[in-house]
C-alpha cells in the first residue's frame, strides 16, 4: 500500500491513543487548564548552536513535537517554542576548525565567526540552518526564540533584575545542592544546553548574571559590585578592562544557565519540556531550575520528562574521520522522513533508540513497511494495537501536514540492490524495476521515489567498498572448466528456465527449484537439511560465476539487474 492513499478518515477511525504521546498530551492539557484555563499552551525546546546538531539534539525537538502536534489534533491552541541558546559562549573549537577560533571563546555563539567556507554570518546560524532544513522535511512546526536577541533587546531586562535582588535566595537554593558535591562538572560539550556553565560565584558573592565584556566581548568577567538601590554594576574583566553600568539599561550578557533556564519557564509559562539525562540528575539545572522557578520567578516548573539517549549504528569509521557526529540531514538522506519520525515516537523518552545507517536500515524499512500494511488492514477491522498505530499515523504526518511518501513503497533492500548492481544508472533501474512484476510494471522511477533516491544514497555512502557487488566483466572460465555434471546441469536448468521466469517471483521460485529438480523433488517439497545445503551450493556458485564472491544480493534480483544474455554468457560451461 502506498501512505499516500492513506484514506483521510483513517485518521479519524484509528485515533492515535494508547501511546506515550498521548499520555503525556492529557496530562499537559490538565496542567494547562489548572494553571491558566484558555490559555495557549506552551510546549518548549532548547537548543545551544554550538556545533553540529546531532541526532541524540533531535529528540529535544521532537519529543515536544509529537506532544504538541498531538495537543493540536484534540483541537487545543499550542505553540511548540524552539529556544536558540545562541547567545551562550563559545566554550572550546571543535576538531576540525582551524584552531585560530581560540581566540573566540567566551564569546556569544552569534559573535563568533562561521567556520571557513560557510554562507552564514556566524557560528550560531551556521549549525542552526540544518537542523532548521530538516526540521522543514520533518514536518515539525515551531517558534523559533532567539536568546541573542531576546537579551540584548531587553526583553528579560524585568526578571535579570529580579535575579539580581534574590541572588541571595538563589545562592542558597544552590548551595543546597552545592554541599552533596553532585553537581554535574564533567559533562562533555553535547550541544544539549550548558550543563557544566559556571553558576555564578565571584568575587565578591553570589551574582546570577554575567556580563561580556565591553572591551573583547568575552564572559571572562567578574562582577566585583552591586547596587540594589541604582542597579549599578562593576564588572572587571581578565583582560583588565572594567566599568560600571546600569544593570537596568544593560544589554550585554545573560544570566547563568541555572537560572537562564528557569527565568525562561517563568517567562513563557512553559507546560512541557523534556531534557537530556545529563539534566535530569541530582543537583543539574532541571532539579536545580525547579527550585528556582517557585521560589524567585514565582511560577511552576514544566513537565518534564528525561530522554534517553540516540546511539548511532555504522557510522563509527565515518564519524571518526570526519571529527563529528551524524546530523538530522545525514539521515534523511538515506531515509524518509516518516520513516526516521517514526524511530523516535515508536519509543517511550526514556527508552535508547537507535537510528541505522548500517544494514539495520534494510530491516528497519521491512518493519515499518509490516506496520503500514497492518494498518491499512486495520482500517477494515482487523485488529492493531493502539500503540503502534498512533506510532504510525504519528510518523506520516502531523495535525496538520501529510508528509511526502513513496507513490510505490517496494521494499528498500531491493531497491537498495537494484542501486548496487547498477551503480546507480537510470535506464538499468527502470528496466530491472519494470521487470520485477511483468502483471503490474514499474513504469517510471518516479513511482518509487523519493525512497529510491534514499537506498541509493545508503548504498553510495555507507555501504562498505567490499560490500558493493561488481558484475564480473568476462567469464570465469577456468571455474566453468572445471564444474562437474551435476554443477554443468543445474546451470542448464537456470539457464533453460530464465525466458519463462522472468520476474522477481519467477525467478525467485526458479532458484530455489532447480536444486529440488535436481533431488528428483517435486516443486513444492519443504526444505530439508539436505536440499538447503544444495541450494547453498548452488546460490554460492552463481554468485562466484556472476560477481566473483561467494556473497552478493538476493539473487532473483541480481539476475534481474544483470540481464538474460549476459547471464547466459557468464553461465555457459564449456561444450
Ligand atoms: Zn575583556
Same mark, same amino acid.
Given at each position: 500500500m502506498s501512505t499516500s492513499s492513506l484514506p483521510r478518515d483513517v485518521s479519524a477511525a484509528l485515533?492515535? +491513543? %494508547?501511546?506515550w504521546v498521548a499520555r503525556f498530551a492529557d496530562d499537559v492539557i490538565a496542567e494547562a487548564d489548572r494553571r491558566g484555563p484558555g490559555r495557549q499552551i506552551v510546549c518548549a525546546s532548547g537548543i545551544s548552536p554550538s556545533g553540529p546538531i546531532h541526532l541524540g539534539n533531535l529528540r529535544e525537538v521532537l519529543t515536544p513535537h509529537f506532544v504538541a502536534d498531538e495537543i493540536r489534533r484534540r483541537g487545543r491552541d499550542v505553540v511548540h517554542l524552539l529556544s536558540w +541558546? !545562541?547567545? &551562550? @559562549?563559545?566554550r572550546r573549537v571543535p576538531a576540525?576548525? &582551524?584552531?585560530?577560533? $581560540?581566540? =573566540?571563546?567566551? @564569546?556569544p555563539l552569534t559573535s563568533v565567526p562561521a567556520p571557513? %567556507?560557510?554562507?552564514?554570518? *556566524?557560528w550560531a546560524e551556521h549549525f542552526k540552518a540544518p537542523l532548521v532544513a530538516a526540521l522543514d522535511v520533518l514536518g515539525v512546526e515551531v517558534r523559533a526564540v532567539s536568546q541573542t536577541q531576546m537579551y540584548t533587546s531587553g526583553a528579560y531586562s524585568e526578571q535579570v533584575l529580579l535575579a539580581a535582588r534574590e541572588r541571595a535566595r538563589i545562592d542558597a537554593i544552590l548551595g543546597r545542592y552545592r554541599t552533596k558535591q553532585?553537581? =554535574?562538572? !564533567? $559533562?562533555? !560539550?553535547?550541544? /544539549? %544546553? $550548558?550543563?557544566?556553565? +559556571? +553558576?555564578g560565584g565571584s568575587a565578591f558573592g553570589y551574582f546570577p548574571f554575567k556580563p561580556y565584556c565591553a =572591551?573583547? *566581548?568575552? &564572559?571572562?568577567?567578574?562582577?566585583t559590585a552591586y547596587d540594589d538601590a541604582t542597579t549599578a554594576m562593576t564588572y572587571v574583566c581578565e583582560d583588565g578592562f572594567t566599568e560600571t553600568v546600569l544593570l537596568r539599561d544593560f544589554r550585554r550578557g545573560k544570566l547563568v544557565w541555572k537560572v537562564d533556564w528557569p527565568m525562561r519557564w517563568a517567562y513563557e509559562a512553559v507546560v512541557f519540556e523534556p531534557s537530556g539525562v545529563d539534566h535530569q540528575s541530582p543537583g543539574s539545572s532541571f532539579v536545580v531550575g525547579g527550585q528556582i522557578v517557585r521560589e524567585v520567578f514565582g511560577a511552576e516548573p514544566p513537565i518534564g520528562p528525561m530522554y534517553a539517549f540516540v546511539g548511532i549504528s555504522g557510522m563509527s569509521k565515518m564519524s571518526s574521520s570526519r571529527g563529528a557526529v551524524p546530523i538530522p540531514l545525514d539521515a534523511l538522506q538515506i531515509m524518509e522522513a516518516p520513516l526516521l519520525r517514526w524511530l523516535y515516537v515508536? @519509543? @517511550?523518552? *526514556?527508552q535508547s533508540i537507535t537510528v541505522a545507517f548500517d544494514q539495520e536500515v534494510q530491516r528497519l524499512y521491512d518493519e515499518w513497511d509490516a506496520l503500514a500494511r497492518r494498518v491499512a488492514t486495520a482500517s477494515t477491522g482487523a485488529e492493531v494495537p493502539t500503540g503502534e498505530v498512533a506510532g504510525y499515523l504519528r510518523s506520516v504526518g502531523t495535525a496538520t501536514t501529510l508528509l511526502e511518501s513513496t507513490p510505490r513503497p517496494l521494499p528498500y533492500r531491493t531497491l537498495a540492490s537494484v542501486a548496487d548492481v547498477t551503480t546507480g544508472d537510470p535506464v538499468q533501474m527502470v528496466r530491472i524495476l519494470r521487470d520485477l &512484476?511483468?502483471?503490474?510494471?514499474?513504469? /517510471?522511477?518516479d513511482e518509487v521515489r523519493p525512497r529510491l533516491d534514499k537506498a541509493a544514497a545508503w548504498v553510495a555512502t555507507y555501504l562498505p567498498a567490499d560490500q558493493r557487488t561488481h558484475v564480473v566483466a568476462t567469464p570465469d572460465a577456468e571455474l566453468l572448466a572445471s564444474l562437474d555434471e551435476q554443477q554443468r546441469n543445474a546451470l542448464r536448468l537456470l539457464l533453460d528456465g530464465l525466458q519463462t521466469h522472468w520476474s522477481l517471483e519467477g525467478l525467485t521460485s526458479l532458484v530455489y527449484g532447480v536444486p529440488k529438480v535436481q533431488e528428483g523433488l517435486p516443486p513444492d517439497a519443504a526444505p530439508t537439511p539436505e536440499l538447503k545445503a544444495t541450494q547453498r551450493a548452488f546460490f554460492a556458485l552463481l554468485y562466484r560465476l556472476l560477481v566473483g564472491r561467494d556473497t552478493g544480493p538476493r539473487l532473483p534480483t541480481l539476475l534481474l539487474a544483470v540481464g538474460a544474455d549476459r547471464i547466459r554468457q557468464l553461465l555457459t560451461p564449456p561444450p
Open positions: 485515533r492515535p +491513543d %494508547g501511546d +541558546d !545562541d547567545y &551562550d @559562549r563559545f576540525g576548525i &582551524d584552531p585560530a577560533w $581560540a581566540e =573566540h571563546v567566551g @564569546r571557513p %567556507g560557510s554562507p552564514y554570518p *556566524n553532585v553537581v =554535574h562538572q !564533567d $559533562a562533555d !560539550d553535547d550541544g /544539549s %544546553g $550548558a550543563a557544566t556553565e +559556571d +553558576d =572591551h573583547c *566581548n568575552r &564572559d571572562t568577567t567578574t562582577v515508536r @519509543r @517511550r523518552p *526514556n &512484476d511483468p502483471e503490474d510494471p514499474v513504469i /517510471s522511477l
